[in-house]
Structures are given as structure tokens and as C-alpha cells.
């Protein structure tokens, strides 16, 4: 039978693939047929999950994306794309009235705008082929309110504004964009603010009653990477549990 | 300031169309890759690379590469 998800012949880069989300789409992918570039600033992290990676052909680079030197040196390393992953990010909890420049940048400098300036080397470099599908994983957090939660809140409410725009400017290649919007997912972002065993009691109040696994997520974006969604594009997709606030 | 140079910076915002497409004389409007977006492109190479700032209104007043490329270098 015709498999509408496979990602069979497909080149796919995943950012932050050494840990969490990122790490759960780079496993998923390989195990859907893709031959996956992972990338992240963590060598070692970064062979752990080359190592769990099923399939031949999968490659690593390290980088840190908020480095332009950086970002160039992995852009020409790259071969052409069908898709690309954008999982890179950081977690941050400062309430309103301590802000900092420090504590924007720390979130948006990697949130924002690392992954908005290596889009723009990727295209124009001409590293995204025709019919490609780029996702960003974006959060939840940007249309639930939480205290604490505003920088990375706007962080990747500008990505989910920034995905819809490029959407436009793409569609004539049959090239789509799409976000992924999760709320709480298993992973050392969610640590950030509060202890294990304080999320997880917190997580009862879900529907579902657990807060998300990264594979739950990675699921998601096997959809929006392979062709079954190829009429998808410009779109923002909450991923919950089942809740409406974080 | 140089007109070879200028056409390849031209045909650099173009994805599909061949960099042997594109002459001094070539009517870009005409090309059918071309599209508001890509004007768009163009005027921020010229800004960008050039820093000369030519509005859109400016743009539309000139037929081929090499038309802009004179527009561009009476502003610098």
C-alpha cells in the first residue's frame, strides 16, 4: 500500500536535534525513510542521537546558529533540502518588570532570530528545492499567557508571524511553511521553570492527562514534511493534550 | 561601479531563470519569473549592495537591466 507519510528520498535538516523535540523529529524522520542533517551546538549530544537514528546516510554538523560565521560555515556544507526542521530554541522564565537586553537576547537571539537569518542563507544560497516543506516549531505559549513566559511567549509568537509571511512568499514554489505549536512536552525546555515533580502534577490538569512526549510531536511533523500535506501551507497547528492554557 | 557585476546581482534573485537569460538589454518585466516579490528582492540588492535607495515608483520606470543599472548609478 501506498504510504502518504513516507519520507522516502527525502533530505530533511533538523536544528536542536541533540535534544527534546528536536531529537524525537530527527529519530522519526530516519525511521520514516529520510536521510537526516542534524545540527545543534552540543557535539556529543549530537552523535547520541546520530546514534539512534535508524537507516544509513545520516549526517551531523555542529553549529551554533546565532553565529553567522557559524550559520555560513553549515549552509555550504549542506546538499540541497526537501526539508527543514527548525527546532532550535531556549526556554526562559523572567517576570515583566525584571526584563533585561540580557534576557531578550538570551531568548531571542536563538528563538527568533537565529532561525529567521538561517532561512534567508538557505534560500539564498538555493539549498530548498521546489515542493520542499519547512516547519518551525513554534509553542502554544504564544496565544496562552502564562507569568514569566512573555520574551519566550513573544519569541515564538514572531516566528508564527514570520512562518505565515514566508508562506507567501514561497507558494509560487510550491514550497510550504508551517508551524507547530505545542504546549508542555517532556523535555529539559520544561524544566526551566518549575521541578519534575511539580509538572507533574501539573499535567494531571490536561485532558489527556499527561503533557505531550517528543514522538508525539514528531508525528506532527512527519505529516507536514511528507506529501500528504501538500495542501498545507501558511498554517500555525496547536498541538495540546487537550488543554486551552498551559 | 560595473554593469557585468550589476546583471548578475540581478539575475541573483531570480530562483528558476538562467543566469544566460539575462543581458543589459533584457526586459526583466517580461521574464516570466518575474513578480512583485522579486522587485521587492531586487530594490533591496540595490540598497543593500549598492546603497542606493530606488523606490518602487522608480523601478516601474525602467524597461531593462541595464536602464536600472544607469538609474542606480546617477543616484550614487
Known amino acids: 500500500m501506498n504510504n502518504p507519510f513516507t519520507l ?64 555560513t560555515a553549515l549552509v555550504e556544507q549542506l546538499p540541497m533540502l526537501d526539508g527543514v526542521v527548525q527546532c532550535a530554541g531556549v526556554g526562559s522564565r523572567v ?29 539564498n544560497e538555493k539549498k530548498i528545492k521546489k515542493q520542499a516543506s519547512l516547519v518551525y516549531i513554534a509553542s502554544a505559549a504564544a496565544t496562552m499567557p502564562s507569568s514569566g513566559n ?43 521553570g518549575a521541578t519534575i515533580e511539580q509538572l507533574q502534577e501539573a499535567q494531571q490538569l490536561y485532558p489527556l492527562k499527561r503533557y505531550g512526549q517528543p514522538e508525539d510531536i514528531a508525528n506532527l511533523a512527519i505529516y ?4 500528504a500535506s501538500v495542501w498545507m501551507t501558511g498554517s500555525n497547528i496547536e498541538i495540546t493534550g487537550g488543554t486551552q492554557t498551559l | 561601479m560595473n554593469l557585468q557585476e550589476f546583471v548578475v546581482n540581478f539575475a541573483n534573485q531570480f530562483d528558476d531563470t538562467e543566469l544566460e537569460v539575462f543581458a543589459p538589454e533584457t526586459s526583466f518585466r517580461e521574464l516570466e519569473e518575474w513578480s512583485s516579490l522579486t522587485g521587492l528582492a531586487v530594490l533591496n540588492m540595490i540598497a543593500k549592495k549598492y546603497e542606493v535607495k530606488i523606490t518602487p515608483a522608480e523601478l516601474k520606470s525602467v524597461e531593462t537591466i541595464e536602464a536600472l543599472y544607469n538609474l542606480v548609478a546617477s543616484k550614487k
Not at chain 1, 531529537?23 to 546520530?50: P, S, Y
Not at chain 1, 507536514?224 to 506529501?227: A, G, I, K, P
Open chain 1, 224 to 227: 507536514l514534511l511528507s506529501d
Open chain 1, 150 to 192: 512573555a520574551v519566550y511567549s513573544a519569541s515564538k509568537a514572531a516566528m508564527i508571524a514570520y512562518a505565515k509571511c514566508l508562506a507567501q512568499e514561497l507558494a509560487p514554489r510550491q514550497i510550504r511553511v508551517n508551524c507547530i505549536s505545542p504546549t508542555m512536552v517532556w523535555t529539559d525546555l520544561a524544566l526551566v
Open chain 1, 8 to 71: 522516502s528520498g527525502k533530505t530533511i535538516l533538523v536544528t536542536g536535534a541533540s535534544a527534546g523535540i528536536g531529537r524525537g523529529i530527527a529519530i522519526a524522520c530516519a525511521g520514516m525513510g529520510a536521510q537526516v542533517i542534524l545540527t545543534a551546538r552540543n557535539t556529543e549530544r549530537l552523535q547520541d542521537t546520530l546514534a539512534m537514528l535508524e537507516g544509513k546516510g545520516h549526517t551531523c554538523i555542529v553549529a551554533d546558529l546565532t553565529k553567522e560565521i557559524e550559520r
Open chain 1, 95 to 123: 517576570p515583566c518588570k525584571m526584563l533585561t537586553q540580557d534576557d531578550l537576547d538570551h531568548v531571542m537571539k536563538p528563538n527568533a532570530e537565529a532561525p529567521m537569518l538561517l532561512q534567508a542563507q538557505l534560500l
